[in-house]
């Protein structure tokens, strides 16, 4: 956005503004009767290991944390991809077993993947690796992307990377991708089982609502400009930076009002004026040093500042 032309009463004042996109934190609170927990729980053994080969297609993989989880999210959140129905999801202290209701397929990858509602008891997301890979053929085929998703209005942590072949445009509802990454606390993904020779695509995919289900109001999914060839000779594409931004995501204008004359009468008022609807208007009241903060939803927006002379908050062009 930038600025339009800041007027006063009596003189112009300009304004130095600089847009950052910012996203919101959870809070956790302290557990019962005792300090807060803040250490996140740790995903310590699977069973079959990520990377496993010619897994039995009756298998009923089993999860191992460091601590008692909240039983009831973690279950909802752990998936598999290629899609197959959980029959049951059973716990045992720390342990978690999956039971399918079907037979997996054979010379198949699978993905099993613990989503953003793992967490412990005390509202800590889990740690480290989020995903367990394993095939039921002979072979782990080597195909892989990795890399690093930079979120940008929206929280990073626990966003998938959909991976389909070159032609296939998503289906938020099929979940028919070819293999899936998930974003890990430092952003970092690794997507991998992938057959080459063969050229991917990624998707971002946050769900926001965590509701496990792509709803364009409130959820981010876009694709990263990359094609990926991965060849028998390279079959691996690491160090990729994807940029994701969340187009509703509130903005945030900082800056400074220099007002060169000096005058320490009144107040120095910023205003942002929607530049579609002049009834839309966000204020703030800059600090000694003229700094000020505003926080904008999607838009043009024009800033204007004053010196509110009779501290009424009302800006007249006659003072």
């Keep these: ?7 006063s009463a009596t003189r112009l004042i300009p304004v130095l503004a600089m847009l950052v996109v910012i996203s919101a934190c959870a809070r956790r609170g302290p557990p019962t009767g005792g300090p807060p927990d803040l250490e996140p729980p740790i995903l310590l053994a699977s069973n079959p290991d990520s990377g496993a080969q010619a897994v039995s297609r009756n298998v009923h993989p089993a999860l191992i944390f460091n601590e008692n989880m909240d039983a009831r999210a973690a279950g909802d959140a752990v998936s598999i991809v290629p899609t197959v129905d959980i ?55 080597p195909g892989v992307i990795e890399g690093t998703l930079q979120a940008r209005g929206f929280a990073g942590p626990g966003t998938f990377l959909w991976c389909y ?50 709803e364009p109001s409130t959820d981010v999914l876009a ?17 990729v930076l994807a940029t994701v931004v969340n187009p509703a995501a509130a903005g945030r204008v900082a800056g400074a009002v220099l007002d060169s004359l000096g005058d320490s009468q009144g107040n120095i008022l910023v205003f942002a004026v929607a530049a579609e609807d002049s009834a839309r208007r966000v204020s703030s009241q800059a600090d000694h040093d003229g700094k000020f903060e505003l926080s904008l939803a999607p838009g043009v927006w024009r800033l204007r500042a004053w010196r509110d002379l009779d501290r009424d908050r009302i800006w007249r062009r006659d003072r």
Aim: net charge positive; proline share 4%.
């Design 87 to 141: 029959s049951e999801r059973r716990w045992s202290g720390r342990r978690l077993t999956v039971e399918f209701a079907e037979s997996l397929q054979a010379n198949r990858t699978y993905t099993l993947f613990l989503g953003r509602g793992v967490r412990d008891r005390h509202g800590n997301s889990v740690a480290g690796r989020t995903t367990i890979v394993f095939t039921t053929a002979d072979s782990m085929p």
């Design 165 to 214: 072949a070159e032609g296939h445009q998503p289906d938020s509802t099929a979940r028919d991708f070819d293999a899936v990454g998930l974003a890990d606390r430092d952003g970092r993904f690794r997507v991998v089982g992938l057959a080459v020779p063969g050229r991917y695509r990624l998707w971002a995919f946050a769900d926001l609502n965590v509701n496990r289900s792509f």
């Design 223 to 239: 694709a990263i400009d990359t094609t990926f060839d991965l060849t028998r000779e390279h079959p691996v594409a690491s160090g």
């Design 1 to 7: 956005m930038s600025p339009g032309t800041l007027r």
